[in-house]
């Protein structure tokens, strides 16, 4: 169990040890008033809290992890309009994507009564902000100026309401378990599709958490797509325990050996071309699954996911393998292995070896905030340690990549783990 505080700030030893009591005890929620207060919620105390989540994360107590990593979030991004985060948001940059998407999000939690009055305020400035930046042609990435700081850079990108999605009897459905595993392990590319993967309460559980959530702050992506991310509020107990839950389903494809290293969600707009992003990922099983409507669909041949039957080469590094289409699609081209096209249906998911190649088939749904395309993305294990990978595992040693013996990694990752011990 992660209980111990770091106590290299001697001041912040007593907030710390607190903090880390509470959550042993499951009173993570006891924290927050603490939390809020500009003296505690420093860069340093921050960063304590994500190496402490990381921790949980890598001993495989998921509870603990998504209570450090629920704090973080609350505490760097607030939890409402009043709130006083000691940091900028997330992400500053406006877009107009982004934009439209909020202003969708808080008139769907107006009308649910989960926003109050003022917030129609607060969409009349998105519209303004919206209509500006689109008569100027700017679609992309946009800073914030002073003014738009001053209308919305209280509520742009916070926490405004986070849905709590609590553990249930069992998230899991009644899909076969042992069938999977030997599908993934007799498969020679590692593809295996699994129909129904949560049960009915899990399914909408999750559902109302990522409608109500304003948690879709990464806003980098082409196409309009929006990103959530563990360490940025998308975090609740049911999403830790769907992720526990896999492993102990999969105890030979995840199991013991690969614990929890990353989840996030993406959501979408009505339409995206076909493989908008084709990219391998940097652990050993990845596991993406679909909780939008069927009926949302407008072509029930497609919206899934490509998967290509080829792997990233053990010697290309992370910026490579994730983020250059031109390499990409130059080296598929030459491999001719093929493709795994898999349609988009609601429940569904694609348990595959992370080091595969693949992408986002092409989305056609219907408009609408609710029916916008969501996909829930799991990874497990670490590229160099998996066991089932086609490509020896010395290849990863001293000289892989431009990076060297870490080169399969992520900066980011790397510096988000750094010193979790």
């Known amino acids: 169990m992660v209980t111990h505080a770091d106590a290299v700030d001697t001041d912040a030893a007593p907030v710390r ?3 880390a009591r509470l959550i042993r005890l499951g009173r993570a929620d006891e924290c927050l008033d603490l939390w809020r207060r500009p003296e505690t919620a420093t860069e340093e105390n921050l960063r304590w809290l994500d190496r402490m989540a990381w921790q949980a994360m890598d001993a495989r107590e998921y509870g603990a992890a998504g209570a450090w990593g629920r704090l973080l979030a609350l505490a760097r991004w607030g939890d409402g309009a009043d709130a006083t985060p000691s940091t900028p948001p997330p992400v500053s940059h406006l877009s107009v994507p982004k934009l439209l998407h909020d202003i969708e999000q808080l008139r769907y939690l107006r009308g649910r009564g989960l926003l109050d009055e003022g917030y129609d305020t607060v969409v009349t400035a998105y519209e303004r ?7 100027q042609g700017d679609f992309g990435q946009v800073p914030m100026t002073e003014a738009d700081s001053g209308a919305v850079g209280h509520v742009y990108n ?3 309401h986070l849905g709590t999605a609590p553990r249930l009897d069992r998230a899991l459905g009644g899909w076969d378990r042992r069938g999977a595993e030997a599908a993934y392990l007799g498969d020679g590319r590692g593809i295996v599709v699994i129909d129904d993967l949560l049960t009915p309460e ?8 990522c409608l ?13 797509r929006l990103g959530a ?7 609740c107990p049911l999403l830790l325990q769907i992720a526990e839950e896999l492993a102990d389903a999969l105890p030979r494809v995840i199991g013991d050996r690969y614990p929890l290293r990353q989840l996030w969600a993406f959501k979408n707009g009505p339409d995206l071309p076909r493989s908008g992003h084709t990219h391998a990922d940097f652990a050993a099983v990845n596991v993406n699954f679909w909780i939008t409507p069927t009926e949302a669909n407008l072509d029930p041949g497609s919206g899934g996911l490509i ?14 393998y994730n983020g250059r289409p031109d390499i990409i699609g130059s080296y598929l081209e030459t491999r001719q292995v093929g493709a795994v096209r898999i349609p988009y249906r609601a429940n569904r998911a694609i348990l595959f070896d992370s080091d595969l190649f693949h992408g986002t088939d092409g989305v056609r749904f219907r408009p609408g905030y609710e029916n916008r395309r969501i996909n829930v993305t799991m990874l497990y294990g670490e590229r160099a340690d998996d066991v089932h990978h086609r490509n020896p595992q010395g290849h990863f040693g001293p000289g892989a990549g431009a990076g060297g013996v870490a080169a399969w990694r992520s900066g980011a990752f790397t510096r988000a783990r750094a010193g979790r011990g």
């Open 17 to 19: 040890d607190r903090t």
């Open 307 to 320: 998967v290509h039957r080829a792997d990233a080469p053990p010697d290309w590094d992370f910026d490579t």
């Open 129 to 135: 902000i919206a209509e500006r930046l689109t008569a």
């Open 158 to 160: 916070r926490l405004l």
């Open 212 to 224: 109500e959530s304003t948690v879709w702050s990464a806003n980098r992506y082409a196409h309009g």
């Open 229 to 235: 991310f563990f360490r940025d509020g998308f975090n």
């Open 202 to 209: 899990a399914l909408a559980s999750l559902r109302a958490f």
